[in-house]
């Protein structure tokens, strides 16, 4: 017998290779009239091209950093003031996307983006939000979350008015993405199937999402990753669609609430950051609701499945040891902030500080 749920999805997905060609039709079927662009410096070429194309697009910020700044939102919200925008295109990776979210969150608001972050409630009227992903990972494009940092604070904000008004996923943006980066955002969006699957919240639908996405991140990631072909970079744009559907609803769990610190004290980038721990974490949570998935995805036991999350990151270099994260790591640090994240609650089995660390010590 199914069990009841809940599932609300408000975003406009129009998905398909060249599909950046109809940002005209869409900014039309919004009734944007005056948009701000918000980038990153990779796709300055991209955003050059889009203005000479769409005179609605009044301004451009293409600084954001790998890790969002709240500096970021604050000037992308000045450049919505200063041209009377009514709307803001994001193009890139969840950086851009993240920065966006809550710059066109608070845009019209009499307090500062900074006490929003503080404190994070925002107005009733919003800028619009078109959402252009150029990266296979953060399924930010259909989420209500945004993760921005301030100082050495790094904040996973939930919020209804971070919902973009419409999202254009077009494979043939993340072409030009270097392969480090793919295989980076590819396992973040992993983590992201695997986390919703495995979160207490989750329900029917988020499961079929999260199964098809884990499933086509198995057959196409290390594809994408070596030759980067067209066919690749379409599947793994849908399997992070698919990821970012079922954890908008299911949320994320241990590997995320993990990562903030490991990016905030370590540097290391988002998707990077909640591999490290994955492997090690799909271990800790093992049960045979996870057995079963392995099983579902072609492994023999979550043991197995596990090992292929660590093949994927010796593959590409990713940072899997303790030394490669620096010096001196504070793993006590690390383990009590991620036992005392938010996102901690949704995870199945409640770890403790202790297991946290001993899960460190491992790493060795």
């Not at 005209?24 to 701000?36: F, G, Y």
């Not at 329900?203 to 991140?217: G, H, K, M, N, W």
């Not at 197995?304 to 010096?327: N, Q």
């Not at 902030?337 to 770890?351: D, F």
Request: with cysteine; proline share 4%; net charge negative.
């Amino acid at each position: 017998m199914i069990d009841s749920f809940l599932y609300q999805q408000p975003v406009k997905i129009r998905f398909g290779n060249g599909m950046i060609s109809q940002l005209d039709d869409v900014l039309n079927e919004i009734e944007a009239e005056k948009c701000v662009l918000v980038s990153s410096k990779s796709f300055s070429e991209k955003c050059n091209k889009l203005i000479e194309e769409n005179e609605k697009i009044k301004a451009v910020y293409s600084s954001v950093h790998p890790n969002p700044l709240l500096s970021d939102c604050e000037k992308i919200v000045e450049l919505i003031k200063a041209n009377g925008a009514d709307t803001v295109i994001a193009l890139g990776g969840g950086s851009s996307i993240d920065a966006s979210k809550f710059a066109a969150a608070c845009a019209y608001s009499e307090i500062s983006p900074k006490e929003h972050y503080l404190s994070p409630a925002f107005p009733g009227k919003t800028a619009k939000i078109v959402a252009v992903p150029t990266t296979s990972g953060t399924g930010s494009e259909v989420t209500k979350v945004a993760v921005i940092s301030h100082e050495n604070e790094k904040k996973s904000i939930h919020n209804p008015a971070f919902m973009p008004d419409i999202c254009i996923v077009d494979p043939e943006l993340t072409l030009t993405v270097p392969p480090k980066s793919t295989m980076i955002t590819g396992i973040d969006a992993f983590t992201h199937a695997i986390e919703a699957y495995w979160s207490v919240n989750h329900q029917p639908l988020t499961d079929l999402f999260a199964v098809e996405s884990i499933r086509l991140i198995l057959a196409n990631l290390e594809n994408a990753y070596k030759t980067g072909d067209i066919e690749s970079r379409s599947n793994m744009s849908y399997a992070s669609l698919l990821a970012g559907l079922a954890f908008s609803v299911a949320k994320t769990a241990a590997s995320h609430a993990c990562s903030f610190s490991i990016s905030a004290y370590y540097h290391l980038p988002h998707g990077e950051a909640c591999a490290f721990t994955l492997d090690s974490l799909m271990l800790l949570n093992n049960s045979e609701r996870l057995e079963s998935l392995s099983k579902a995805v072609g492994f023999e036991n979550t043991a197995d499945f596990a090992e292929k999350i660590r093949y994927f990151k010796k593959i590409a270099g990713l940072a899997s040891k303790l030394s490669d994260l620096g010096e001196n790591v504070d793993i006590e640090t690390l383990a009590k902030e991620g036992a005392n994240h938010p996102l901690m609650a949704n995870n199945p089995v409640k770890l403790s500080e202790k297991q946290l660390y001993e899960m460190y010590e491992a790493l060795q």
